[in-house]
T-cell receptor
Framework: LAKTTQPISMDSYEGQEVNITCSHNNIATNDYITWYQQFPSQGPRFIIQGYKTKVTNEVASLFIPADRKSSTLSLPRVSLSDTAVYYCLVGGYSGAGSYQLTFGKGTKLSVIP | DTGVSQNPRHKITKRGQNVTFRCDPISEHNRLYWYRQTLGQGPEFLTYFQNEAQLEKSRLLSDRFSAERPKGSFSTLEIQRTEQGDSAMYLC???????????FGQGTRLTVV
């Protein structure tokens, strides 16, 4: 399973765009890149998933370069409610055929008024 | 609410007691995961079910832990002879297939005193 590296914490002012970069140098060919958001005392919540190039949904964009060894989650115009921990996951099939989601420590984003 | 439901939300138990947690996944999801999360860490994979079959167990899952998913519907996670080190948030997630978005419940917070 591919290991991910992301910053431990980030601060941003309200209204700014936030970019969180994740490194995954040993990503496998059939691995997808998925980002989750977690608020205190709640389970993680899916934000976005991609395989290559760029993916955009109503809450975020995900940029993946051609070599797929890193990815960047972009949150446009953050608000105080975006304060949370953001996890980058690279999912792969284990020997048992499961799609095991392996979480790292995540990036704690603090949005400042 | 048709999300993943976990019960109880909180459990305080004395060391040495047995505890059981329940997870009701989204009804049409055939994949179910259990994770454990301690303060400041990302969720750690414990075990995975596809329908009623338990296909994978983490090395974190000692002999004191057992999980079941009878009839491929709800799942239970039992911890026997609890230890203080078992204190954590236990998270359940379900998904409709491999490589797709996983939906997490709000977790059961276990405190062993």
């Amino acid at each position: 399973l591919a290991k991910t590296t992301q910053p431990i914490s980030m601060d941003s002012y309200e209204g700014q765009e936030v970019n969180i970069t994740c490194s995954h140098n040993n990503i496998a060919t059939n691995d997808y890149i998925t980002w989750y958001q977690q608020f205190p005392s709640q389970g993680p919540r899916f934000i976005i998933q991609g395989y290559k190039t760029k993916v955009t949904n109503e809450v975020a964009s995900l940029f993946i370069p051609a070599d797929r060894k890193s990815s960047t989650l972009s949150l446009p115009r953050v608000s105080l409610s975006d304060t949370a921990v953001y996890y980058c996951l690279v999912g792969g099939y284990s020997g048992a055929g499961s799609y095991q989601l392996t979480f790292g420590k995540g990036t704690k984003l603090s949005v400042i008024p | 609410d048709t999300g993943v439901s976990q019960n109880p939300r909180h459990k305080i138990t004395k060391r040495g007691q047995n505890v059981t947690f329940r997870c009701d996944p989204i009804s049409e999801h055939n994949r179910l995961y259990w994770y454990r999360q301690t303060l400041g860490q990302g969720p750690e994979f414990l075990t995975y079910f596809q329908n009623e079959a338990q296909l994978e167990k983490s090395r974190l899952l000692s002999d004191r832990f057992s999980a079941e998913r009878p009839k491929g519907s709800f799942s239970t996670l039992e911890i026997q002879r609890t230890e203080q080190g078992d204190s954590a948030m236990y998270l359940c997630a379900s998904s409709p297939g491999a490589g797709t978005e996983a939906f997490f419940g709000q977790g059961t917070r276990l405190t062993v005193v």
